[in-house]
Nanobody, 121 residues
């Protein structure tokens, strides 16, 4: 079991910055990747960024050059630094963790409760 708690969302003007944090607890030693997704009203949830256990990062084209995903292993925390925010970045941002289950040779996804990011024009 993995528990995820996000924080850092809020209201910011276009061009501003926010840093989201996600703290993982539980069987964190089995996590193979962590990432951030977002969902705006009426839209499907989309990938923002993902960071594998080995340190490889992948970003959605819409956020490349503006967002940076990072982690602090000692604090079991993954971050999303968001710069040059745009109104279209407005969404609920969710932390995601992928857990590898050796007994079934399958991956299991865990989700945080989400944090609201609102970017005004």
């Amino acid at each position: 079991q993995v528990q995820l708690v996000e924080s850092g969302g809020g209201l910011v003007q276009a061009g501003g910055s926010l840093r989201l944090s996600c703290v993982a607890s539980g069987t964190i030693f089995s996590i193979t990747a962590m990432g951030w997704y977002r969902q705006a009203p009426g839209k499907q949830r989309e990938l923002v960024a993902v960071l594998t256990r080995g340190g490889s990062a992948t970003y959605a084209d819409s956020v490349k050059g503006r967002f940076t995903i990072s982690r602090d292993n000692a604090r079991n925390t993954v971050y999303l630094q968001m710069n040059s925010l745009k109104p279209e970045d407005t969404a609920v941002y969710y932390c995601n963790a992928e857990q590898w289950i050796p007994t079934t040779a399958q991956a299991r996804d865990y989700w945080g409760q989400g944090t609201q990011v609102t970017v005004s024009s």
